[in-house]
């Protein structure tokens, strides 16, 4: 069906078409809309395009301000909204955007969709502010409470969309750090010490933790040649050379599990965190906020700077989607630069 811009002289809200009969548009105009979250579709039994949009009109006058459609209940809206795309969205950012949506009514003390105003969530940011949470988080509950409104809109609850008149919270450029040699070794030496094979995996190959974390024995190969097989952007399966250190771990120290395909349990992201406090009580840049796995990656990525390597090498090693986050991140390394502080692998 054609959706045409004619339409929003007549009606603020809603699709006036014509279904394709034998191949053509033609036939009867119709309207559909959402009013409340409740679908309305009309024939409007003319062939005029003037003529149809008077008479849609007519509709969403007589439909929006009729006492008799009421609104859902606010907790049946969350819920329809949660389970319009649950199905494309992963659980866990599902539940959170459920939550932050939950928050802002409790805090702005509203009961009803279409009370939201870009004042009110303006006036939720800056108590969440005064709370002293970090933007990035009230940038995030920003985000979810716009995807509630989008949606809302969509379904006739909001006309307009009051998150599009919030300015985002600025969001301080993250502290990139690296890891020097002599709390590098100590860190290693803790991780030996308490069988925390994974730092091993972050430093010697940069991978990530969801990738250390989901690393199975199909994807390594310690015969003739060493190397481990990583799923980059896109699933596009990356190999990667494997260090002898990496090696003599995987013979020696990782025990193979019958029935488990993964080397190491399955476990939350929170548990792995966990699993660096021995090491962040003993190395302070790991006890900075912030700073835990992808440290170990990023020295993995400053140390071949340092040693040479050139940064398109490095930047397909560490699996970037594109040279310029290796540029931004690792170029100021550059021997030339004269930060010669770090040693080769």
């Known amino acids: 069906m054609d959706k045409q811009d004619w339409y929003q002289r007549y009606v603020p809200d809603g699709v006036i078409y014509q279904r394709k009969i034998d191949g053509e548009y033609n036939g009867p105009w119709n309207y559909s809309l959402y009013i409340n979250g409740r679908r309305i579709q009309k024939s409007l039994r003319t ?14 006058e007589s439909y929006a301000n009729c006492p008799a ?9 969350i819920k329809e909204f949660s389970a319009h795309d649950a199905d494309i969205v992963r659980p866990v950012y599902n539940r959170k955007r459920e939550k932050h949506i939950r928050q802002f009514f409790e805090v702005s003390k509203l009961t009803e969709v279409f009370a939201i105003t870009p004042e009110q969530i303006n006036k939720y940011l ?26 809302a809109k969509s379904r006739g609850y909001l006309h307009t969309n009051p998150a599009r008149d919030v300015d985002a919270p600025k969001v301080p450029p993250m502290k990139i750090v690296y890891m020097q040699r002599p709390e590098l070794e100590k860190a ?21 933790v969801h990738e250390i974390a989901n690393l199975k024995w199909e994807q390594i190969h310690v015969d003739d040649n060493p190397t481990i ?25 990782i025990t193979r599990v019958e029935g488990r395909e993964t ?37 993995f990525g400053s140390i071949l700077i340092q040693a040479g390597v050139g940064i398109e090498r490095v930047s ?3 699996r970037h989607n594109q040279i310029s986050t290796t540029i931004k991140h690792y170029a100021h390394l550059i021997p ?5 502080d770090l040693l080769n692998l």
Not at 47 to 59: D, H, N, P, V
Not at 128 to 151: D, M, Q, V
Not at 191 to 206: D, H, L, M, S, T
């Open 263 to 299: 080397l190491f349990p399955k476990h939350t992201y929170r548990w792995w965190d966990k699993m660096l406090e021995p090491v962040r009580k003993q190395c302070p840049t790991l006890a900075n906020r912030g700073q835990g796995w992808h440290t170990f990656r990023r020295t």
């Open 188 to 208: 290693l030496e803790i991780a030996a010490k308490n069988e925390i094979w994974g730092v091993f995996f972050a430093y010697y190959a940069g991978l990530r």
């Open 336 to 340: 030339e630069h004269g930060r010669n």
């Open 316 to 318: 397909r090693l560490l």
């Open 126 to 151: 800056d108590s969440r502010a005064a709370e002293g949470i970090a933007p990035k988080t009230r940038k995030n509950e920003l985000s979810s409470i716009g995807a509630f409104c989008h949606w």
């Open 229 to 253: 097989e990583v799923r980059g952007k896109g699933d596009k399966i990356v190999t990667l050379p494997l260090h002898p250190e990496l090696v003599k771990i995987i013979k020696e120290k």
């Open 69 to 77: 459609v009421k609104m859902s209940s606010l907790e049946s809206i």
């Open 47 to 60: 062939t005029s395009k003037a003529l149809a949009g008077r008479r849609a009109a007519e509709i969403y």
